[in-house]
Protein backbone atom coordinates (compact mmCIF):
# COMPACT_ATOMS: atom_id res chain seq x y z
CA UNK A 1 0.00 0.00 0.00
CA UNK A 2 1.52 3.18 -0.75
CA UNK A 3 1.61 5.85 1.19
CA UNK A 4 1.66 9.69 0.85
CA UNK A 5 5.33 9.69 0.83
CA UNK A 6 5.39 8.43 -2.91
CA UNK A 7 3.52 11.40 -4.11
CA UNK A 8 5.57 14.16 -5.09
CA UNK A 9 2.72 16.81 -3.78
CA UNK A 10 3.91 19.99 -3.61
CA UNK A 11 5.45 19.86 -6.73
CA UNK A 12 2.27 18.27 -8.59
CA UNK A 13 0.02 20.77 -6.29
CA UNK A 14 1.72 24.22 -7.48
CA UNK A 15 1.89 22.55 -11.10
CA UNK A 16 -2.76 22.29 -10.78
CA UNK A 17 -2.56 25.65 -8.54
CA UNK A 18 -0.19 27.21 -11.24
CA UNK A 19 -2.23 26.63 -14.20
CA UNK A 20 -4.33 29.55 -14.02
CA UNK A 21 -1.65 31.98 -13.58
CA UNK A 22 -0.18 30.36 -16.37
CA UNK A 23 -2.86 31.21 -18.30
CA UNK A 24 -3.57 35.05 -16.84
CA UNK A 25 -0.16 36.03 -17.91
CA UNK A 26 -0.46 34.76 -21.96
CA UNK A 27 -4.23 36.23 -21.88
CA UNK A 28 -2.98 39.61 -20.49
CA UNK A 29 0.29 39.55 -23.15
CA UNK A 30 -1.75 38.74 -25.33
CA UNK A 31 -4.40 41.30 -24.36
CA UNK A 32 -2.05 44.14 -23.82
CA UNK A 33 -0.09 43.15 -27.63
CA UNK A 34 3.13 42.50 -26.44
CA UNK A 35 3.61 40.08 -29.41
CA UNK A 36 2.11 41.76 -32.03
CA UNK A 37 4.55 44.92 -30.94
CA UNK A 38 7.21 42.62 -31.35
CA UNK A 39 6.21 40.96 -34.48
CA UNK A 40 6.33 44.38 -35.82
CA UNK A 41 9.13 45.64 -34.52
CA UNK A 42 12.29 45.49 -36.39
CA UNK A 43 14.82 43.58 -33.75
CA UNK A 44 14.55 42.95 -29.90
CA UNK A 45 13.38 45.53 -27.50
CA UNK A 46 13.72 46.56 -24.07
CA UNK A 47 10.99 46.30 -21.39
CA UNK A 48 11.06 49.99 -20.95
CA UNK A 49 10.73 50.50 -24.61
CA UNK A 50 7.56 47.84 -24.80
CA UNK A 51 5.75 49.55 -21.73
CA UNK A 52 6.16 53.21 -23.23
CA UNK A 53 4.69 51.89 -26.64
CA UNK A 54 1.88 49.77 -24.76
CA UNK A 55 1.44 52.28 -22.28
CA UNK A 56 2.05 50.56 -19.23
CA UNK A 57 4.06 50.69 -16.23
CA UNK A 58 7.61 49.89 -16.70
CA UNK A 59 8.23 47.17 -13.61
CA UNK A 60 4.70 45.70 -14.20
CA UNK A 61 5.94 45.10 -17.94
CA UNK A 62 9.20 44.22 -17.21
CA UNK A 63 7.77 41.16 -14.55
CA UNK A 64 4.98 40.24 -17.33
CA UNK A 65 8.19 39.71 -19.78
CA UNK A 66 9.86 37.93 -17.46
CA UNK A 67 7.04 35.57 -16.92
CA UNK A 68 6.59 35.11 -20.73
CA UNK A 69 10.18 34.03 -21.00
CA UNK A 70 10.04 31.67 -18.15
CA UNK A 71 7.08 29.89 -20.21
CA UNK A 72 8.75 30.02 -23.47
CA UNK A 73 6.54 32.37 -25.09
CA UNK A 74 9.73 34.75 -25.75
CA UNK A 75 13.19 34.89 -25.71
CA UNK A 76 15.56 36.92 -24.20
CA UNK A 77 18.96 38.82 -25.51
CA UNK A 78 21.35 40.02 -22.38
CA UNK A 79 23.28 43.13 -23.62
CA UNK A 80 25.07 45.67 -21.85
CA UNK A 81 22.18 47.70 -22.33
CA UNK A 82 20.16 44.97 -20.20
CA UNK A 83 17.38 42.38 -21.33
CA UNK A 84 16.07 42.80 -24.47
CA UNK A 85 13.12 40.89 -25.89
CA UNK A 86 11.70 39.08 -29.27
CA UNK A 87 9.01 36.59 -30.15
CA UNK A 88 9.34 32.83 -29.94
CA UNK A 89 8.43 30.52 -33.40
CA UNK A 90 5.40 29.35 -31.52
CA UNK A 91 4.10 33.12 -30.42
CA UNK A 92 4.39 34.55 -34.13
CA UNK A 93 2.84 31.30 -35.12
CA UNK A 94 -0.15 31.13 -32.48
CA UNK A 95 -0.13 34.07 -30.35
CA UNK A 96 0.10 37.48 -32.70
CA UNK A 97 -3.61 38.28 -34.71
CA UNK A 98 -2.09 38.46 -37.61
CA UNK A 99 -0.53 34.57 -37.10
CA UNK A 100 -1.44 32.05 -39.77
CA UNK A 101 -2.37 29.66 -36.66
CA UNK A 102 -3.36 32.57 -34.59
CA UNK A 103 -5.51 31.89 -31.45
CA UNK A 104 -5.30 35.33 -30.23
CA UNK A 105 -9.08 35.56 -30.50
CA UNK A 106 -9.50 32.08 -28.75
CA UNK A 107 -7.49 33.14 -25.69
CA UNK A 108 -9.64 36.79 -25.42
CA UNK A 109 -12.74 34.55 -25.53
CA UNK A 110 -11.29 32.44 -22.70
CA UNK A 111 -9.71 35.88 -20.93
CA UNK A 112 -12.91 37.56 -20.86
CA UNK A 113 -16.05 35.03 -21.18
CA UNK A 114 -15.13 31.53 -20.16
CA UNK A 115 -13.01 32.30 -16.96
CA UNK A 116 -15.75 34.71 -16.01
CA UNK A 117 -18.88 31.71 -15.86
CA UNK A 118 -15.81 29.54 -14.46
CA UNK A 119 -15.83 31.47 -11.15
CA UNK A 120 -18.85 29.99 -10.84
CA UNK A 121 -18.15 26.32 -11.25
CA UNK A 122 -19.29 25.57 -8.07
CA UNK A 123 -22.61 26.66 -8.37
CA UNK A 124 -22.92 24.88 -11.51
CA UNK A 125 -21.49 21.51 -9.97
CA UNK A 126 -24.44 22.25 -7.45
CA UNK A 127 -27.25 23.15 -9.47
CA UNK A 128 -26.57 21.28 -12.78
CA UNK A 129 -27.05 23.79 -15.03
CA UNK A 130 -24.67 26.04 -17.03
CA UNK A 131 -24.38 29.80 -15.20
CA UNK A 132 -25.38 32.39 -17.38
CA UNK A 133 -27.90 33.90 -15.03
CA UNK A 134 -25.06 34.24 -12.27
CA UNK A 135 -22.37 35.44 -14.82
CA UNK A 136 -24.24 37.59 -16.40
CA UNK A 137 -27.59 38.49 -15.11
CA UNK A 138 -29.50 36.74 -18.13
CA UNK A 139 -31.55 33.87 -18.22
CA UNK A 140 -30.44 31.04 -20.36
CA UNK A 141 -33.80 29.55 -21.41
CA UNK A 142 -32.85 30.68 -24.96
CA UNK A 143 -29.43 29.25 -24.84
CA UNK A 144 -27.86 31.24 -27.67
CA UNK A 145 -29.94 33.76 -27.03
CA UNK A 146 -27.81 33.88 -23.83
CA UNK A 147 -24.55 33.18 -25.72
CA UNK A 148 -25.03 35.79 -28.29
CA UNK A 149 -26.50 38.37 -25.56
CA UNK A 150 -24.90 41.14 -27.63
CA UNK A 151 -23.52 41.78 -31.09
CA UNK A 152 -19.82 42.14 -30.10
CA UNK A 153 -20.16 39.08 -27.75
CA UNK A 154 -21.68 37.16 -31.10
CA UNK A 155 -18.87 38.44 -33.26
CA UNK A 156 -16.25 37.17 -30.49
CA UNK A 157 -17.57 34.11 -29.85
CA UNK A 158 -17.82 33.41 -33.92
CA UNK A 159 -13.67 34.93 -33.94
CA UNK A 160 -13.38 32.04 -30.98
CA UNK A 161 -14.87 29.41 -33.03
CA UNK A 162 -12.71 30.19 -36.44
CA UNK A 163 -9.66 30.02 -34.45
CA UNK A 164 -10.00 26.14 -33.78
CA UNK A 165 -10.74 24.95 -36.84
CA UNK A 166 -7.34 26.76 -37.99
CA UNK A 167 -5.60 24.28 -36.05
CA UNK A 168 -7.82 21.42 -35.90
CA UNK A 169 -10.25 21.73 -39.04
CA UNK A 170 -8.13 19.77 -41.75
CA UNK A 171 -7.37 16.62 -39.27
CA UNK A 172 -11.73 16.26 -38.48
CA UNK A 173 -12.47 17.00 -41.76
CA UNK A 174 -9.78 14.67 -43.69
CA UNK A 175 -11.03 11.42 -41.04
CA UNK A 176 -13.20 9.97 -43.55
CA UNK A 177 -13.40 10.10 -47.53
CA UNK A 178 -15.76 12.63 -47.93
CA UNK A 179 -15.56 13.10 -51.61
CA UNK A 180 -18.63 11.62 -52.58
CA UNK A 181 -20.55 13.83 -50.67
CA UNK A 182 -20.88 16.72 -52.99
CA UNK A 183 -23.76 18.93 -51.79
CA UNK A 184 -23.17 19.84 -47.79
CA UNK A 185 -24.83 21.50 -45.32
CA UNK A 186 -22.41 22.77 -42.29
CA UNK A 187 -25.28 22.87 -39.43
CA UNK A 188 -24.61 25.73 -37.08
CA UNK A 189 -21.63 26.36 -39.28
CA UNK A 190 -21.08 29.66 -37.75
CA UNK A 191 -18.27 32.34 -39.35
CA UNK A 192 -17.35 29.51 -41.66
CA UNK A 193 -14.21 28.39 -40.98
CA UNK A 194 -14.62 24.68 -41.17
CA UNK A 195 -16.39 24.99 -44.53
CA UNK A 196 -13.18 26.67 -45.94
CA UNK A 197 -11.85 23.55 -44.81
CA UNK A 198 -13.69 21.01 -46.67
CA UNK A 199 -14.03 23.17 -49.86
CA UNK A 200 -10.16 23.12 -50.25
CA UNK A 201 -9.98 19.76 -49.49
CA UNK A 202 -12.54 18.49 -51.44
CA UNK A 203 -12.58 21.06 -54.19
CA UNK A 204 -15.82 19.70 -56.46
CA UNK A 205 -18.33 19.99 -52.94
CA UNK A 206 -20.56 22.89 -52.17
CA UNK A 207 -20.87 23.73 -48.47
CA UNK A 208 -23.82 25.52 -47.31
CA UNK A 209 -23.72 27.37 -43.75
CA UNK A 210 -27.05 26.69 -41.66
CA UNK A 211 -27.16 29.12 -38.58
CA UNK A 212 -29.49 32.09 -37.16
CA UNK A 213 -29.93 35.21 -39.31
CA UNK A 214 -28.02 37.19 -37.46
CA UNK A 215 -24.71 35.03 -37.70
CA UNK A 216 -24.82 34.61 -41.57
CA UNK A 217 -25.30 38.17 -42.07
CA UNK A 218 -21.97 38.75 -39.88
CA UNK A 219 -20.13 35.17 -41.71
CA UNK A 220 -20.80 37.41 -45.35
CA UNK A 221 -19.43 40.41 -44.02
CA UNK A 222 -16.25 39.80 -41.91
CA UNK A 223 -15.51 35.75 -42.88
CA UNK A 224 -16.72 34.82 -45.96
CA UNK A 225 -15.39 36.20 -49.14
CA UNK A 226 -18.32 37.27 -51.64
CA UNK A 227 -16.12 35.99 -54.58
CA UNK A 228 -15.94 32.18 -52.62
CA UNK A 229 -19.25 30.27 -54.93
CA UNK A 230 -18.80 27.53 -52.94
CA UNK A 231 -20.00 28.70 -49.76
CA UNK A 232 -23.46 29.41 -49.49
CA UNK A 233 -25.91 30.20 -46.92
CA UNK A 234 -29.27 29.17 -45.50
CA UNK A 235 -30.95 31.14 -42.86
CA UNK A 236 -32.82 29.48 -39.63
CA UNK A 237 -32.94 27.91 -36.03
CA UNK A 238 -32.20 24.27 -36.92
CA UNK A 239 -34.72 23.18 -34.27
CA UNK A 240 -37.79 25.11 -35.53
CA UNK A 241 -37.09 25.50 -39.57
CA UNK A 242 -36.98 23.23 -41.81
CA UNK A 243 -33.49 21.65 -43.13
CA UNK A 244 -32.72 20.86 -46.80
CA UNK A 245 -31.98 17.98 -48.63
CA UNK A 246 -28.00 17.19 -49.18
CA UNK A 247 -25.66 14.40 -49.25
CA UNK A 248 -23.69 14.91 -46.17
CA UNK A 249 -24.65 16.92 -43.10
CA UNK A 250 -21.95 18.56 -40.36
CA UNK A 251 -22.53 18.83 -37.30
CA UNK A 252 -19.07 20.25 -35.84
CA UNK A 253 -19.55 21.29 -31.95
CA UNK A 254 -23.49 21.02 -31.83
CA UNK A 255 -24.53 18.34 -30.14
CA UNK A 256 -22.42 18.55 -27.19
CA UNK A 257 -24.40 21.82 -26.72
CA UNK A 258 -27.55 19.62 -25.89
CA UNK A 259 -29.16 17.25 -23.93
CA UNK A 260 -29.98 13.33 -24.89
CA UNK A 261 -33.26 14.63 -26.38
CA UNK A 262 -32.55 17.31 -28.17
CA UNK A 263 -29.44 15.55 -29.80
CA UNK A 264 -32.56 12.91 -30.79
CA UNK A 265 -34.48 15.92 -32.26
CA UNK A 266 -31.79 17.35 -34.48
CA UNK A 267 -30.51 13.94 -36.02
CA UNK A 268 -33.50 12.43 -36.51
CA UNK A 269 -34.66 15.57 -38.42
CA UNK A 270 -31.26 15.30 -40.21
CA UNK A 271 -31.78 12.07 -40.98
CA UNK A 272 -34.86 12.38 -42.90
CA UNK A 273 -33.54 14.87 -45.04
CA UNK A 274 -30.62 13.45 -45.62
CA UNK A 275 -30.45 11.89 -49.06
CA UNK A 276 -30.25 8.01 -49.60
CA UNK A 277 -26.80 6.78 -49.27
CA UNK A 278 -25.92 10.37 -47.42
CA UNK A 279 -24.65 11.09 -44.28
CA UNK A 280 -23.78 12.92 -41.16
CA UNK A 281 -20.47 13.77 -39.84
CA UNK A 282 -20.41 14.50 -35.92
CA UNK A 283 -17.22 16.54 -34.64
CA UNK A 284 -16.66 16.28 -31.00
CA UNK A 285 -14.25 15.98 -28.24
CA UNK A 286 -14.60 12.25 -27.45
CA UNK A 287 -14.22 10.75 -23.90
CA UNK A 288 -12.85 7.20 -23.31
CA UNK A 289 -15.22 4.68 -23.30
CA UNK A 290 -15.03 4.38 -19.25
CA UNK A 291 -14.47 8.35 -19.28
CA UNK A 292 -11.20 8.49 -17.63
CA UNK A 293 -9.54 10.61 -20.44
CA UNK A 294 -8.57 12.16 -22.30
CA UNK A 295 -8.27 15.52 -20.15
CA UNK A 296 -9.22 17.84 -22.82
CA UNK A 297 -12.36 15.92 -23.10
CA UNK A 298 -13.13 15.95 -19.30
CA UNK A 299 -12.44 19.43 -18.90
CA UNK A 300 -14.44 20.05 -21.78
CA UNK A 301 -17.35 18.45 -20.66
CA UNK A 302 -17.50 20.57 -17.07
CA UNK A 303 -17.32 23.46 -19.55
CA UNK A 304 -20.63 22.09 -21.32
CA UNK A 305 -22.07 22.14 -17.69
CA UNK A 306 -20.69 25.95 -17.00
CA UNK A 307 -21.68 26.81 -20.49
CA UNK A 308 -24.34 24.82 -21.93
CA UNK A 309 -27.01 22.09 -21.76
CA UNK A 310 -24.78 19.42 -22.86
CA UNK A 311 -21.67 17.19 -22.38
CA UNK A 312 -19.05 15.49 -24.02
CA UNK A 313 -19.81 12.34 -24.71
CA UNK A 314 -17.96 8.31 -25.39
CA UNK A 315 -17.71 6.86 -29.09
CA UNK A 316 -20.80 4.55 -27.95
CA UNK A 317 -23.00 7.08 -26.42
CA UNK A 318 -22.94 8.93 -29.84
CA UNK A 319 -23.37 6.05 -32.12
CA UNK A 320 -26.53 5.04 -29.63
CA UNK A 321 -27.87 8.56 -30.67
CA UNK A 322 -27.14 7.85 -34.44
CA UNK A 323 -28.45 4.41 -34.35
CA UNK A 324 -31.45 5.59 -32.67
CA UNK A 325 -32.05 8.34 -35.38
CA UNK A 326 -31.65 5.73 -38.30
CA UNK A 327 -28.24 5.76 -39.43
CA UNK A 328 -25.67 3.08 -39.74
CA UNK A 329 -22.53 2.10 -40.72
CA UNK A 330 -21.20 4.47 -38.04
CA UNK A 331 -17.05 4.79 -38.10
CA UNK A 332 -15.14 6.44 -35.33
CA UNK A 333 -11.98 8.09 -35.83
CA UNK A 334 -9.40 9.58 -33.23
CA UNK A 335 -7.46 12.24 -35.15
CA UNK A 336 -4.80 12.29 -32.18
CA UNK A 337 -5.98 16.44 -31.65
CA UNK A 338 -8.52 18.24 -30.30
CA UNK A 339 -11.53 16.98 -32.20
CA UNK A 340 -12.07 13.68 -33.64
CA UNK A 341 -15.11 12.62 -36.16
CA UNK A 342 -17.17 10.16 -36.29
CA UNK A 343 -19.53 9.30 -39.53
CA UNK A 344 -22.86 7.67 -39.75
CA UNK A 345 -24.91 7.18 -43.32
CA UNK A 346 -28.34 6.53 -44.26
Known amino acids: MSS?????YPQTFFQYNHGFLVSKVMFTACELGVFDLLLESEGPLSSDAIAERLGTSASGMERLL????????????????????RNTEFSNLYLTKSGPKSQYHHLMYY???VYFCWHYLTDAVRDGKNQYERAFGISSEDLFGALYR????MIKFMYFLNSFW???GRDVIAAFDLSPFTVIYDVGGCAGGLAQE???LYPNSTVTIYDLPKVVQVAKERFVPPEEHRITFHEGDFFKDPIPEADLYILAR???DW???KCMQLLAKIHKACKAGGGVLLVETLLNEDKTGPLDAQLFSLMMLVHTEGKERTPTEYSKLLTAAGFREIQVKKTGKFYDAILGKK
Not at 150 to 153: A, N, P, Q, W
Request: aromatic share 4%; net charge negative; charged share 30%.
Open 111 to 113: SKT
Open 259 to 261: ADD
Open 4 to 8: TQDLD
Open 166 to 168: SIC
Open 254 to 256: ILH
Open 66 to 85: DACVGLKLLGVEMKSEGAFY
Open 150 to 153: SEKE
Open 198 to 200: CIS
